[in-house]
């Protein structure tokens, strides 16, 4: 079993002499997707693996589940035996109020970050505090969270981290829905519904691919979402590597969907016939 880490200080001792060390943020509620990038840190070298569990106050917004978020370290714990040397576990990050902040690009308002404006600033502050604590040498996202790991690595270049990030693919259930902490939120009947939101997204891609036109398989991947009974938050193409608008290149599709008061996101990568990259 890992180590259980509660603070700052004991994390210091623990980690002491060893390198490489690899750092797998989380919040818990963990998954098989979490766990695949733990495996990608041992593959990409690592000698030490720390996952690190704490539900970040910072990015959530009053009006969101910061309050009911499923948590259960102890399980955690149990899922990473093997997987994982250290669970880091802060009872809390934030002990004088938080009035530093990591300021990000315009990007960080779109996408995800126009219905969730304070998200990605939060995200980033924690990041960077958890890179301040741990030091690590290397660092593991997933691609679930595309637009996340895209804004980590622009910050961790800008602001000089020594830190290799290392991306991950996203982990899938049987009939396609990305994994994630929040699928458990949703009943039988919606579980069985947002299988169709990968599935959409999916026929967008390969329309794309055989030679549609990436804002006409958009637009129908969105009319076909809300047809399946979701509210799409936003459904758009952008450039692969730098999230701009679609570019002659290879794209990736990014969306996020609630059913009822569950929100849901998932991506998935094209490259238009006539690509030049
Ligand atoms: P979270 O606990 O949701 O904040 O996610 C922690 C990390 O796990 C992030 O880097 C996510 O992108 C990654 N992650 C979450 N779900 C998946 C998944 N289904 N496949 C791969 N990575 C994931």
Redesign the pocket.
């Known amino acids: 079993m890992p180590t259980l880490i509660r603070d700052v200080a004991a994390l210091a001792e623990a980690t002491n002499g060893t390198s490489p060390i690899a750092l797998?943020?989380?919040?818990?509620?963990l998954?098989r997707?979490?766990l695949?990038?733990a495996k990608a840190a041992k593959q990409n070298g690592a000698q030490k693996i720390i996952v690190s569990i704490y539900v970040n106050p910072l990015q959530f917004a009053p009006h969101e589940d910061f309050a009911t978020y499923p948590r259960d370290l102890a399980a955690d714990c149990q899922k990473l035996d093997g997987l994982a040397d250290i669970v880091f576990a802060p009872d809390n990050l934030y002990p004088t109020p938080q009035t530093i902040a990591i300021a990000l690009p315009p990007l960080a308002q779109e996408l995800c970050g126009q219905s969730r404006p304070h998200f990605f600033q939060g995200v980033a502050t924690v990041v960077c505090k958890l890179f301040n604590c741990i030091r690590p040498d290397i660092a593991?996202?997933?691609?679930?969270?595309f637009q996340?790991?895209h804004l980590i690595r622009l910050m961790c270049a800008q602001m000089n981290y020594p830190i290799r990030i290392i991306t991950?693919?996203?982990?899938?259930e049987a009939d396609g829905l990305?994994?994630?902490?929040r699928n458990a939120y949703l009943s039988t009947s919606q579980r069985k519904q947002a299988a169709a939101f990968p599935r959409i997204l999916q026929t967008a891609a390969a329309a794309i691919e055989s030679g549609t036109a990436t804002t006409t398989a958009c637009q129908h991947a969105a009319n076909e979402l809300q047809q399946n009974g979701f509210v799409v938050d936003y459904l758009q193409a952008r450039d692969y590597a730098t999230l701009a608008a679609p570019q002659n290149n290879k794209i990736i599709i990014l969306a996020a969907v609630q059913i009822s008061t569950t929100r849901l996101i998932d991506n998935i990568a094209c490259t238009p016939p006539n690509a030049t990259d």
């Open positions: 797998v943020p989380t919040m818990g509620a998954h997707g979490h695949s990038l593991v996202f997933g691609l679930k969270d996340q790991a991950a693919p996203i982990v899938r990305a994994m994630s902490s």
